[in-house]
């Protein structure tokens, strides 16, 4: 079982920045593929990045060149480094996990087996 935690989010103006976390219970973190979503309004759930445990790392095309994700396995903790903000990123922001066995890269939200519950970024022009 892991249990996740978002944070970071808030209200931020195009163009800024915003780094979200997301903190992950348990003692087996370095084992599962951790993953962002996002949920715009009226839209269904997309896939935004993915990290290995190992630091690999797949992107949506539409995030590419903006968006980071990384981790620190010694704090059971994934980041989303969002540069150059745009009112269209605006969503509410899900970190997801599931173990490497699965697979890599899995990027339907139906494959990942745990989630948080969400931080809403919004992006004002």
């Known amino acids: 079982q892991v249990q996740l935690t978002e944070s970071g989010g808030g209200l931020v103006q195009a163009g800024g920045s915003l780094r979200l976390s997301c903190a992950a219970s348990?003692?087996?973190?370095?084992?599962?593929?951790m993953g962002w979503f996002r949920q715009a309004p009226g839209k269904e759930r997309e896939f935004v990045a993915a990290?290995?445990?190992?630091?690999?790392?797949h992107y949506a095309d539409s995030v590419k060149g903006r968006f980071t994700i990384s981790r620190d396995n010694t704090k059971n903790t994934v980041y989303l480094q969002i540069d150059s903000l745009k009112p269209e990123d605006t969503a509410v922001y899900y970190c997801a996990a599931y173990s490497w066995r699965s697979g890599w890269p899995l990027s339907g939200p139906d494959e990942y087996d745990y989630w948080g519950q969400g931080t809403q970024v919004t992006v004002s022009s």
């Open positions: 348990g003692r087996t973190f370095s084992s599962y593929v």
């Open positions: 990290i290995s445990w190992s630091g690999g790392t």
